[in-house]
Each structure stands twice: as C-alpha cells, then as structure tokens.
C-alpha cells in the first residue's frame, strides 16, 4: 500500500501527538509519584497486641480501604523499637516500606540509649501523628487499690516493691511511671518488656501490680472490669473514661504525660509521594472506625 505525501504527513502529526500525550502522561505520573503502586509495609517495632500495634492495624486497614491498595502490618519488635527503626531506615525511600511508632523511639530513646542504629533527626520524614491520647494509672484484677492515694501508701509502706510495668525502657509508660514516683516522693519497681502487650498480659494474671499504658491500649479491658482504671495523665479527663480523674486532681501535680503515635517513611520521600501517603494518611483518620478509636 502506498502512502500520498499527505498521508504520511498525517500519520506523522499523529505519531508526534501520540508521543507528546504519552510524555506528558509520564510526566504527571513522575510528578504524582508511584505510592502505592505495590503491598505497602507498615512496619510496627512492638509485638502484636499493644498500643501502637493497634493503631498501626486501623490505620492500615483504613488505608486500604481509602485507596484501594494493599497493607500489610509488619511486627518487628526489640531493644525498646530500635530494631523495627533501623530496619525502616534501610528501606526503600519510595513509600512501599512505612512505620508507626511511638514517641519512645523518636523523642526518648536518643536521650537514653547510646549507639543507636538510627538517627530520629536524619533517617526519617515524618507524615503524621494518627493518635494523641493520655497514659492511664490502671491496678492488677487482685489490687485493691481504688485511688492515687491509695497506690501511694502502698508504695510508701512498701518503698520499692510496688511493681509497675512497662512496654519498655525509655517508653512512655516507663517515664510515666518515674514522674508519677518523682512528683509523689515514693518508689516503685519498674519491670520493663519487650512491648506493651506482654506487660498487659501479666498485669492481667496479677504478676505486677500496675501500670501506666496508653489509654487505647487498655480501654477494653478496664470497660470489661479486668483492669481498674485510677487516673489519667492528661491535663484534663479522657472523653473515653470521664469517670477517671487526672493525677493533678488526685494530688499528684507535675505529671502530664501523652503518648503519641507518628507515622513515618524512609528518608528521601519523593516530595509528592510523601503528599500522597499523607493525604491518605488523613482520609483514613477521618474514617468511622479510626474516629471511633
């Protein structure tokens, strides 16, 4: 088949058009990023079952309920989160490799632990904080504590056998647990795990006798009557347990402490894949479950 002059001139404006959409298609698509184009990892540096456990398993799912993809929750637990850190910092900057942890990691455990595999300030790009919420005073099912003043005769008779519980060294229910001893002028035991939901585990079979876990991490045992909940560490009483006083109005002044939970990814985000997750990131948080947490 022979082509006219003409022809092959249309043919070739058609090619040239076709070319131009295609780049400007690439183009946008460079531009938007490729997140998430594959499973996205949300790593979570705790075992299964505590605090932040749980916010990373809402918040993947409503992820993938808000943009269609696929999450999965990764749990890489030890040295107080510095493991499940480092192994993040290592991954990819391209938005398929993702944590949520808690402050510990980002703000605590730099002050505390020498020779970190990671570097909070450098290693990171931070995105978001899905959950903000108080820790909580709560007593073993056999305590028969009712009141701060109560736990803080008990330590006074008993200075440094009282055990308090934590998800770790340097965590926030650790340091909870140190302020509330500081401000009270007693002392306590600490017996730090390898996660929050150990210690849980063992609060609620009564081998330690307190604890100061996140509020979320404890709120369906203390509603079922397994844990009983003494006071909150907050400013002012938690919406989720407004019979629960706060340290202050129990006579306990100083001891304001909130746990946080902060998503992050690799350092070297591409600036619009970092949009992306955190536009995601904040539809998610808005969904009935995650607004309900």
């Known amino acids: 088949m ?55 398993r809402v918040l ?17 637990p030890g040295a107080t989160g510095a493991i499940g850190a480092a192994y993040v910092k290592r991954a990819p900057a391209d938005g398929s490799v993702l944590m949520v942890a808690s402050l510990g990691i980002f703000v605590i455990a730099p002050h505390l632990q020498k020779n970190l595999a990671y570097d909070a300030l450098k290693d ?28 803080i005769a008990e330590l006074q008779a008993q200075p440094g056998k009282v055990s308090f519980a934590s998800s770790g060294n340097g965590a926030s229910d ?8 500081q401000q009270s002028k007693t002392q306590g035991l600490h017996v730090p795990y390898k996660g929050g939901a150990p210690a849980i585990t063992d609060l ?17 045992h203390i509603r079922a009557g397994k844990l009983r909940a003494i006071a909150v560490t907050g400013t002012a009483r938690s919406p989720v347990l407004p019979d629960v006083p706060t340290l202050a109005e129990s ?7 909130y746990s946080w939970q902060g998503l ?14 955190a536009a995601a990131a904040i539809t998610a948080m808005r969904g009935p479950r995650c607004a309900s947490a």
């Open 204 to 220: 609620l079979g009564n081998q330690v006798d307190y604890s100061f876990p996140n509020v979320n991490a404890v709120l369906d």
């Open 251 to 257: 006579g306990v002044q100083g001891a304001e402490v």
């Open 174 to 181: 650790h340091l909870s647990a140190e302020v509330f001893w």
């Open 2 to 56: 022979t082509l006219s002059p003409s022809s092959m001139s249309s043919r070739r404006r058609l090619l040239l058009a076709l070319a131009a959409s295609s780049l400007l298609l690439a183009a946008r698509a460079q531009a938007q990023g490729d997140w998430p184009q594959k499973t996205t990892t949300i790593v979570v540096p705790f075992p299964a079952g505590g605090s932040t456990d749980t916010v990373g």
């Open 124 to 151: 990171f790009d931070y995105i978001s904080i899905p959950v903000q919420a108080p820790n909580v005073l709560v007593a073993a099912p056999a305590k028969k504590a009712r009141t701060v003043a109560d736990v």
């Open 264 to 277: 992050v990814g690799p350092r070297g985000l591409p600036a619009a894949v970092k949009e992306q997750i």
């Open 60 to 76: 993947a799912n409503q992820l993938q309920a808000a943009t269609g993809q696929s999450f999965i929750v990764d749990n890489r």
